[in-house]
């Protein structure tokens, strides 16, 4: 579950990358897209600096639950909110505050889920390789598929950010 979550999320975080030139080409001047990007960093940025110690204060489970279902707000704001830069942005913020705790607390949680008492004595390492490869399958999967299905598919500016919300809302439900 940790694992799917994290996956999901970085699939969101990402997908928004390859529709840049979509954006720009439904007239979004190329500055506002630029500040669509770094509002992503003033959302995880944050999330990464305080939700490890929150974590260790507080509980893995605690700080992670709530992850998949801001990357499903975010990505509804963005799915429904194409022609409006404010909702643009705060789905951009959205989607970087559950970045930065999928990566802080979740590969936390991952690592400690590899390795006894919650799991069998693996190779060193297990912990740190499942949580890089669930973040980095997030990161391709959901940037290629969101360029397909934004170049071939009905619904350029939506259709991808609800596979998102799906996906987020079911990796919600197993953790």
Partial sequence: GVAAA???IAWG????TPLLVMYKGNGLPVTTVDLLLFDYVLGIVPALLIGGPLSDRYGRRTLLRPAPLIGAAGSLLLAFGSASVPLLSAGRVLC?????LAMAVGSSWLK???QPPFGPEL???TGARRSAMSLTGGFAVGAGVAGV???????PNTLAYLINVMLCLVAAVWV
């Fill in 6 to 8: 994290m996956f999901a």
């Fill in 13 to 16: 975080g990402n997908e928004f």
């Fill in 96 to 100: 970087g505050v559950a970045l930065g």
């Fill in 112 to 114: 400690e889920l590899s």
């Fill in 123 to 125: 190779p060193a390492g």
């Fill in 149 to 155: 299905l934004a170049q071939w598919a009905p619904l």
